[in-house]
Structure formats: C-alpha cells, structure tokens
C-alpha cells in the first residue's frame, strides 16, 4: 500500500472515530451511547495504543517485544504514586501536570532499558527475555508494598480537569483518546519514513549491510524500544485514568499476552492493525457472557485468533489482500478464456 493510500485510509478511520458518538446518540439511548463510547470505542483505543508501541518495533524493527504491557505500567505506577490525591498516598502531592510527563519518561526509560538488554538477541531469544523481564516487574511490584501497595495497587487516578471539563466526563475522555492516538499514529507514519526509520527498516531486512555502511545497529534498536516506550507510556497513563487506579493485575502475564493477541488478531504488518485489533478484542472482552460464557472468555478469544491467522496470517486489516490474491487466479482464467 503507497503511502499517499495509507494517508487517505487512515484519514478516513479518523473521520469515523471523531463523528461515531454523534451517530451512537443518534442511534442509541444516551447511556447505551455512552456505554459504547467510554467503555468499547474509548478503552478499544487506548489498549490499541500499547498494542501500537508492539507492532511499531514487530514491523519496522523485526522484533517482538512481549514486555510493552510493563513499560505501559511503569508510566501508569509512576503517574499513581506521585498524583495528588491517589490512595494510598505514597508521594503524592503533584498535580496531573507533572505526573503524566513523569510518567511518560519513566516509560521511555525503561523501554531503552528493556532495548538495551535484549539488544543482542532475536526472534524467540527476545520473546523470551522480554516476558521474563515483564515477570520480573510484574512480581516486584506485587510484592513491595511501601511504594506500590502490594496486589492492591494505587487507586482515585481520576485524571485531570481539561478547560474546566472533568477527565472522567465520557467525551472529554473519549475524545482525548482519539486525540492522543491521532497524533501517535500519524506521527509513527512519519518517523518510519525518515532517515531514522529508513535505516530501521534496513536494520529489519539486513543489519550487516547496515552496519556496515556505518550506522550503529545496537544504538538504533535501542532507540526504537525508546520511541516505543513513549507509545506504550500514553496508553499506560490512559489506562490508568480510564481504571481510575492501578494493580499488579493489569501488568501480568495475561495482560502482556492480550497485547500480544491484540497486534495478531490486527495485523501485526500494519500499523493501523493495532486499533483494529484492540476494538474487536474489547467487543469480544465485553459481550463475552452474552455471546458464549464469561468464564469461558479465553476460550472464545483464542477461537476468533485461530480463526483470524488461519484465514489470514497477516490479521483483519490484511484480509483484503488475501482476498485479492485468491481472486486474481480466478479473474486470469476468465481473461484467458474466450
């Protein structure tokens, strides 16, 4: 897909977003409208924007990183332990100000960090170390009680006042969401198209070539972990005000592992992906008592996975293509025949 393509494509999807509350209330009942606003549309976006940092680094650096999740709650811990008015108060004191860009430095911190010591590996080697160091964090903090509080975690992050307006207000939140994931996403398909990204891609296809046309392959790799970890940090914080508080829960193996199935069931190749796949994860998440049986969840979700790889390894968004490969045989034949 050309670029210019991807622009409209993706303008388009920014279109749908902003205008899908005015057509939900036009449609629904005010709190039906909201349901879907806030808690499918709204929480779909933010995970989408973790599932994002995931496939920025599985598409344009080659690597797959099952860690995000925890670089995610390292900006959401950080913006909980030292936000006025969280409980418990560990520090506290600092108003939203100083706590989200807090936060978000922590988290591209420790996306450098993670880079930095998986820099040397690949494929299951890096799988591998990624979810150990998400284990790692995961217990750490589960277990230390004086800055994190245990598995209770850090609870009333509500989120600051915007223009006067509350951040829990449905579309005060909803709206700061598609602005956050506008500006990302956009700014994602800008920097691959850079000489940054360009000698990323390179990095991806072949690094001995790239190294040795003078380019420090060890120093881009970390670097994108760090651009990653920005991705991840904006989602973290988001999430963390969308669940009004934060716990070792939503950092541990199976959240990790919902990034994950997140980017797949999206397309990992595609940016975009990770949006499309996160709504339908939410959509599943939420209606999966009405659907089949809430305690059967992972089963449910695990069917659709199976489903989506085997009709489309490269996801929903890259169905289209497999559709327009199978057609092509097809519209051959009847070209050729009289």
């Known amino acids: 897909m050309t670029p210019a393509r991807t622009t409209v494509i ?3 999807g920014l279109a749908v977003l902003v205008v899908a509350p005015l057509v939900l209330l036009a449609i629904l009942p005010q709190n039906q409208a909201q349901f879907w606003t806030s808690n499918i549309l709204g929480r779909g976006l933010v995970f989408g924007l973790i599932a994002l940092s995931l496939t920025f680094l599985a598409t344009y650096g080659g ?14 811990y950080t913006v909980a332990v030292l936000t006025q008015g969280a409980v418990p108060t560990i520090v506290g004191g600092l108003p939203y100000a100083l706590t989200i860009p807090a936060g978000l430095f922590a988290s591209v911190l420790a996306g450098l960090l993670i880079g930095a010591i998986s820099v040397k590996t690949r494929d299951i080697y890096l799988l591998m170390i990624t979810l150990a160091l998400a284990m790692g964090v995961f217990r750490f903090v589960e277990t230390n009680i004086a800055w994190f509080n245990g598995y209770e975690g850090i609870r009333n992050v509500v989120g600051p006042d915007i223009f006067g307006l509350s951040f829990r207000s449905t579309y005060v939140f909803y709206y700061s969401v598609v602005a956050s994931c506008a500006v990302l996403y956009f700014g994602i398909l800008y920097l691959v198209r850079s ?30 972990f760090g651009v990653a970890g920005f991705i991840a940090g904006c989602g973290g914080v988001l999430a963390t005000i969308y669940n009004i508080g934060i716990s070792p829960g939503s950092i541990g193996l199976g959240a990790s592992v919902n990034i994950l ?37 992972n089963t449910l979700i695990g069917l659709v996975f199976l489903i989506i790889v085997l009709v489309s390894p490269d996801g929903v968004v890259g169905l289209k293509g497999r559709l327009m490969a199978l057609l092509k045989p097809k519209q051959a034949k009847e070209a050729k025949s009289p």
Not at 196 to 208: C, M, S
């Open 10 to 12: 993706s303008l388009i």
């Open 63 to 76: 690597f797959i990183s099952l860690a995000q999740m925890t670089v995610a709650g390292v900006a959401g």
């Open 195 to 224: 000489p940054f990204g360009l000698v990323l891609q390179g990095i991806r296809d072949n690094p001995r070539r790239v190294s040795a046309l003078g380019y420090n392959v060890g120093q881009h790799r970390i670097a994108a």
């Open 261 to 297: 199935i997140i980017s797949v069931i999206g397309g990992l190749g595609h940016p975009i992906g990770a949006f499309v796949g996160s709504i339908i994860f939410t959509v599943f998440d939420t209606f999966a008592a009405t659907i089949y049986d809430r305690e059967r969840f």
